[in-house]
T-cell receptor
Framework: DADVTQTPRNRITKTGKRIMLECSQTKGHDRMYWYRQDPGLGLRLIYYSFDVKDINKGEISDGYSVSRQAQAKFSLSLESAIPNQTALYFC??????????????FGEGSRLTVL | KNQVEQSPQSLIILEGKNCTLQCNYTVSPFSNLRWYKQDTGRGPVSLTIMTFSENTKSNGRYTATLDADTKQSSLHITASQLSDSASYICVVSEQAAGNKLTFGGGTRVLVKP
């Protein structure tokens, strides 16, 4: 079984619909992240969480919200999806670490298409 | 604004040949530089992580170099295999600021038989 599991893997929805992408991990890491990947662009950070009660905005948080329900679970919501949110979304985890920065472990991705 | 630029955007090589990918960055203050391999339709997987004091690091047929003075890194693939076909992503971590990561756009490598 994958260490970082994302559901759904693929989703097609319509403009204005509410969408939730879920992520669960068995690595026991404290830190979890949601990234967005668009063709030709680098991954961009949407939100991140360093602990169950900790939620932080990334560089492109507008239009998204997250919930850290437990150490192992981190979900991403689009309250009212719009077409330019069509992208490949990745969840990632890392250990808390010092100045070296923890290695990221990515899920398999969730491809979202908003019509 | 911190940036990570990768070149070339894509390349095609014959199986068994070597190739080198480039990464230039402006991230400061620098913490570490990572190379990830991303197979089509999969999540990125870490190849190497290098800190300021490391000039080179290998992972099998992959060798990464870092010149922190010129803010350049390269990833060399030796004796390429069909399974090396993937995107290779350079990621630079910023010291403090929660180790903020800046991702390059990636180099897409296609290995042909």
């Amino acid at each position: 079984d994958a260490d970082v599991t994302q559901t759904p893997r693929n989703r097609i929805t319509k403009t204005g619909k509410r969408i939730m992408l879920e992520c669960s991990q068995t690595k026991g890491h404290d830190r979890m992240y949601w990234y967005r990947q668009d063709p030709g662009l680098g991954l961009r950070l949407i939100y991140y969480s360093f602990d169950v009660k900790d939620i932080n905005k990334g560089e492109i948080s507008d239009g998204y919200s997250v919930s850290r329900q437990a150490q192992a679970k981190f979900s991403l919501s689009l309250e009212s999806a719009i077409p330019n949110q069509t992208a490949l979304y990745f969840c990632a985890t890392s250990e808390a670490s010092g100045s070296a920065g923890g290695e990221l472990f990515f899920g398999e991705g969730s491809r979202l298409t908003v019509l | 604004k911190n940036q990570v630029e990768q070149s070339p955007q894509s390349l095609i090589i014959l199986e068994g040949k070597n190739c080198t990918l480039q990464c230039n960055y402006t991230v400061s203050p620098f913490s570490n530089l990572r190379w990830y391999k991303q197979d089509t339709g999969r999540g990125p997987v870490s190849l190497t992580i290098m800190t300021f004091s490391e000039n080179t690091k290998s992972n099998g047929r992959y060798t990464a170099t870092l010149d922190a003075d010129t803010k350049q890194s390269s990833l060399h693939i030796t004796a390429s295999q069909l399974s090396d076909s993937a995107s290779y992503i350079c990621v630079v971590s910023e010291q403090a600021a929660g180790n903020k990561l800046t991702f390059g756009g990636g180099t897409r490598v296609l290995v042909k038989p």
